[in-house]
């Protein structure tokens, strides 16, 4: 079992900066590879970032190429999405997520979930 918190959401403005964390309970942190993805109202979850257990390999969609960058530090369980350039369409509650298999841009792959942080970029 895998217990996930993510923090670090908030209100910034667009061209702004904000860093997302992601704490994950268990000894076995590395064996997960960890997800980011986002949702707003009425609409399907969003892939955003994706990054293997020993954080080698990474994927990323083609929206947040080049502005957002996943990374992890296993010795503290944390799992963190930069985001830079932020733009008003990155507004969504973002989600981080475990998988125990390799990273996936397809949320139904992911075992684990957290609840959810707010980012929201005024334009």
């Known amino acids: 079992q895998v217990q996930l918190v993510e923090s670090g959401g908030g209100l910034v403005q667009a061209g702004g900066s904000l860093r997302l964390s992601c704490a994950a309970s268990g000894r076995t942190f590395s064996s997960y590879a960890m997800g980011w993805f986002r949702q707003t109202p009425g609409k399907e979850r969003e892939f955003v970032a994706a990054?293997?257990?020993?954080?080698?390999?990474?994927y990323y969609p083609n929206s947040v190429t080049g502005r957002f960058t996943i990374s992890r530090d296993n010795a503290k369980n944390t799992v963190y999405l930069q985001m830079n350039s932020l733009k008003a369409e990155d507004t969504a509650v973002y989600y981080c997520a475990a998988v125990a298999r390799r990273p996936s841009s397809d949320w139904n792959e992911y075992d684990y979930w957290g609840q959810g942080t707010q980012v929201t970029v005024s334009s």
């Open positions: 990054i293997s257990g020993s954080g080698g390999i990474t």
